[in-house]
């Protein structure tokens, strides 16, 4: 299902060139790859800001959404904070973590409440350095209207 949302259903991750990486579901990592792709570059030939962001979204929004039908839940991303450490170039790799434990307590939360929120760290890295994202998702019902963009 996330190899679709990324690679197939997402106009945005698809033309950003992301990928799925990595699923390990013993640790509850999802590792996207967005590759070197002059689109995704500012006026100095370092990659956009923007696209740096969508990366950084895209998995922690992914690593929540391994553990929800998304014809019921969709996530959300409520805050997202960056701080840029180096200037990024070529293929960047993220990797967002949500445990099993995690998303039972989301959805406890969720279901109780009508939201939940949640906060991880995201490192984004390319080969001259390291950026480092931190986003914060929320759980929402998702609304009839866009159960059509998942195909139901």
Known sequence: MI???VEQACPFARESRMRLREVDEGEGRVTLVMEDNPSNLNA???VHAGAICGLAETAG???VMRHLDPRKVMVLNTVLNIRFVHPPRGELRCTARVGEGEALALLEEFEREGRADKAMD???FDAAGTLVAQATFRLV????EYLEYLGG
């Open 61 to 63: 929004g992914m690593a």
């Open 122 to 124: 995201l490192k984004v």
């Open 44 to 46: 100095f030939g370092l």
């Open 141 to 144: 019902r998702t609304p009839e």
């Open 3 to 5: 190899t679709v949302m």
